[in-house]
């Protein structure tokens, strides 16, 4: 049972226009989420996260918006850059279970062509 | 180091062998999470240690698979009796405490033949 779903595997974007990731959920008592970046040969580092307080998070480039109501919640980068090219993963905690344990999505790979 | 730090980052071996996999956390990261990625996959939690408290099992996906932490440091996963299907990126992650992102190391990437 997949508590976190990133539906599209892949996202082809243009340098300079928005890249937006999407995430889904279907634990309502996911009150953390956050996003991290993979590349190649190298572990998932830490993006941006939000709490389920807020609907909007921004640092930088990278925006994160939370829908509760439709558990849903997206990461916009905009400009992309090439060097933004990388595996994304959206990742969820529980607080009642453990606020440290993150449950996260398959992953969708964003490529920035010029 | 600065960061967590995995060893081995590549291991092959036969199907049927046992391996050892360590993680050197970061120092005064009280929290530390075992994760796989299989191909196509996402992350898989497999196990989690927070200080002296029992650790978190509930990932594991069989009993050939067990993992410690001595000292509140290190930790090592041992899978036993190796199949095909274990094959997959071993990735180890510490955090300082609740509501802090976790830091990952590099992985191991373990190929079973």
């Known amino acids: 049972d997949q508590q976190v779903k990133q539906n599209s595997p892949s996202l082809s974007v243009q340098e300079g226009r928005i890249s937006i990731l999407n995430c889904d959920y279907t634990n309502s008592m996911f009150d953390y989420f956050l996003w991290y970046k993979k590349y190649p040969a190298e572990g998932p580092t830490f993006l941006i996260s939000i709490s389920s307080i807020k609907d909007k998070n921004e640092d930088g480039r990278f925006t994160v918006f939370l829908n509760k109501s439709a558990k849903h919640l997206s990461l916009h980068i905009v400009p992309s850059q090439p060097g933004d090219s990388a595996v994304y993963f959206c990742?969820?905690?529980?607080?009642?279970?453990?606020?440290?344990?993150?449950?996260f999505g398959t992953g969708t790979r964003l490529q920035v062509f010029p | 180091g600065a960061g967590v730090s995995q060893s081995p980052s590549n291991k092959v071996t036969e199907k049927g062998k046992d391996v050892e996999l360590r993680c050197d956390p970061i120092?005064?990261?009280?929290?530390l999470y075992w994760y796989r990625q299989s191909l196509g996959q996402g992350l898989e939690f497999l196990i989690y240690f927070q200080g002296n408290s029992a650790p978190d099992k509930s990932g594991l996906p069989s009993d050939r698979f067990s993992a410690e932490r001595t000292g509140g440091s290190v930790s090592t996963l041992t899978i036993q009796r190796t199949q095909q299907e274990d094959s997959a990126v071993y990735l180890c992650?510490?955090?300082?405490?609740?509501?802090?992102?976790?830091?990952f190391g590099n992985g191991t990437r373990l190929t079973v033949t």
């Open positions: 992650a510490s955090g300082p405490g609740a509501g802090s992102p976790l830091h």
């Open positions: 120092s005064g990261h009280t929290a």
């Open positions: 990742a969820a905690s529980d607080p009642l279970y453990n606020t440290d344990k993150l449950i």
